[in-house]
């Protein structure tokens, strides 16, 4: 059973940071492609950043040199370093996990953040 666990949302003044961590069981991070979303009051969901097992990391334009992507191989967890937060960042963040063993789509639960004075 695949289960995806988000933590590390938060209120956090613009300028500021925060670090998403996603606890992943069931399913390994290292072996599949493992990504954050986003959905933002009222919009649809969009992809933050994308973190294939091997190969480039790759980013929405408008988080480019703020939001980084990585992964814990020992603890299973992926995380999404974000700095420089601006209020239009607010949104409700997902992990993703894209299975290559049964080809279906994974989501956690959502974690809040909330940039705002």
């Known amino acids: 059973q695949v289960q995806l666990v988000e933590s590390g949302g938060g209120l956090v003044q613009p300028g500021g940071s925060l670090r998403l961590s996603c606890a992943a069981s069931?399913?390994?991070?290292?072996?599949?492609?493992m990504g954050w979303y986003r959905q933002p009051p009222g919009k649809q969901r969009e992809l933050v950043a994308a973190l294939p097992p091997l190969g480039i990391r790759t980013y929405a334009d408008s988080v480019k040199g703020r939001f980084t992507i990585s992964r814990d191989y020992p603890k299973n967890t992926v995380f999404l370093q974000m700095n420089n937060l601006k209020p239009e960042d607010t949104a409700v963040y997902y992990c993703?996990?894209?299975?290559?063993?049964?080809?279906?789509?994974?989501w956690g639960q959502g974690t809040q953040v909330t940039v705002s004075s």
């Open positions: 993703n996990a894209n299975s290559r063993s049964d080809k279906r789509d994974y």
């Open positions: 069931g399913i390994s991070v290292s072996s599949n492609p």
